[in-house]
């Protein structure tokens, strides 16, 4: 059975692969913000993103850090402007889509691909979490995506 890309799953692995990541051990944010031309900073105050500049809070753990970075990247790659001034439906999708994009982002669907994951969900959702340094709930949101996308194919 053959995972079928959305466009989210295609932008990733084509972001990735054009600055040469490919494996789960390559995914460091500074590394990542590097290669992408983005300025990323660490301030004891909430992640958010100011053009070409992602603002990670200080204060969080490094796992929450990176899911954080996986949503401010989505700004950068695919919103424009100040969402100040967006109305609130438009800036609720916006928030809706950068969050999306941070489970594909953090754990990439082309990498998930060449895993061997565990039968177990229980056990899967700890490979996720260890492999990709991401969250329980997150890895098991991660999992359940993979997985509805497998069964709609099948």
């Known amino acids: 059975m053959r995972y079928t890309y959305n466009l ?3 932008y990733v692995k084509r972001m990735y692969n054009t600055i040469g990541i490919y494996h789960p051990h390559q995914l460091d944010m500074e590394s990542i913000a590097a290669r992408l031309g ?46 100040r001034v967006l109305p609130s439906s438009f800036l609720e ?18 990498m998930i691909d060449r895993m061997n994951l565990p039968s177990s969900e229980a056990k899967a959702i700890f490979v996720i979490q260890e492999t990709f340094n991401v969250d329980y709930e997150f890895a098991k949101k991660r999992l359940k995506q993979y997985i509805l996308n497998l069964q709609s194919i099948g």
């Open 8 to 10: 989210m799953e295609e």
């Open 38 to 83: 983005i300025t990323l900073i660490y301030l004891p105050y909430g992640s958010m993103t100011v053009r070409d500049v992602i603002l990670i809070d200080s204060r969080i753990s490094p796992i929450a850090q990176w899911q954080e970075f996986g949503h401010e990247l989505c700004h950068i790659e695919w919103h424009d402007g100040n969402q």
């Open 93 to 110: 999708y916006q928030e809706w889509k950068a969050s999306n994009f941070a489970y594909h982002a953090c754990v990439p669907t082309f």
